[in-house]
């Protein structure tokens, strides 16, 4: 009968930790940190990001976020009532979840379909660090380089302490000058 008792216990506990694991965990944070360009690039502009979504695990061990990266200022080609974002950490295509906003207003103001590409967005397992490799434009696209593309991080207060930060988040990719190269090269 003992055992009997023990052993539901251990499943109610197991069953608790499961629950617990898979019920979304708000996030709800702004941080202080900065815009730069790596290679001969020394600037570092203090932004602030707000960060305000829900943060879910998976049976799989998937992850995905749903909410709102908001940087202070910058203002995007799409409405603010669009402006909602699902990152599915296990659909990565670079080692980390491509930020896209779809919305349905063109830069014309006629209605239909469009993505605007952000860029990738590497985040630790707390929410408590992030960078973003955002795009820059060229003239045939988007893409991201260390010429033209920038770096967001956060939380930093110098431009050495967000290249640290990115350094540690962007494990598949290590930095050589103004770009990332593939670690296992």
Known sequence: MVKRKIITFIIVILILLEVWYLLPKPITETYQ????QLGGNTNFEKIIIDIDGTFRNTLTSDQTFNGTITVEGEDLPVAKDERQLELQFENEIEGS?????????????NVGPGIYNYGYIYINKDFSQFTIKKYGQKEEGKSWSGSDGMMITAPAT??????EISDQLIESYKRVGDTFERADK
């Open 33 to 36: 940190g900065g815009s730069y």
């Open 97 to 109: 979840p491509m930020m896209y906003f779809t919305y349905s207003v063109d830069e014309s103001g």
């Open 158 to 163: 110098n431009r050495e302490e967000a290249i």
